[in-house]
């Protein structure tokens, strides 16, 4: 999934790519308009927009004060959702089938940085332990790692 085919999948929302954003955030979801920063990387703005869609989605109401345990929940549930999103267990298997076999490859696919590439395995990782099976597939998370069943 692409950062344009993200935005096309969420018409009703304002995606807005702007110069300055409160408090140095990289992104910002309220009232259906997401605001993108526009001096991060194409590959940056497609995961922060991964998980603002994801406050769209998940979340509700004023969550900016993250010291609160509630807050701090709602947060990492929009993250998971962005992870999930445009790093999914059938993309990874994509890739797979596709022939990419380096990191740089399945993230210039999915169009995603390394560290946050690398934080959905992690992710992964963490909800099915060393590997799960989906479609056919066993995917092993440490490394990653694909085999057909």
């Avoid at 955030?25 to 259906?32: F, Q, S, T």
């Avoid at 999915?110 to 799960?132: A, W």
């Avoid at 056919?136 to 790692?145: R, S, T, V």
Wanted: aromatic letters at 10%.
């Amino acid at each position: 999934m692409t950062y344009e085919s993200l935005i096309a999948q969420y018409p009703h929302l304002v995606i807005k790519e702007v110069k300055t954003l409160p408090s140095g955030l990289a992104g910002l979801y309220m009232d259906e308009v997401v605001l993108i920063d526009k001096n991060r990387s194409h590959y940056e703005k497609h995961c922060i927009l991964a998980e603002e869609i994801g406050h769209y989605e998940t979340t509700y109401g004023d969550i900016t004060d993250l010291r609160k345990l509630t807050n701090l929940k709602l947060e990492l549930a929009a993250r998971r959702w962005g992870y999930e999103k445009i790093v999914s267990l059938d993309k990874l298997i994509e890739c797979h089938e596709s022939g990419f076999k380096t990191i740089e490859e399945v993230c210039t696919h999915l169009e995603v940085t390394e560290d946050y590439l690398m934080t959905c395995i992690g992710h992964y990782h963490s909800r099915f332990g060393v590997s799960t099976i989906h479609e056919g597939y066993e995917i092993f998370f440490d490394p990653l790692y694909l085999r057909k069943q």
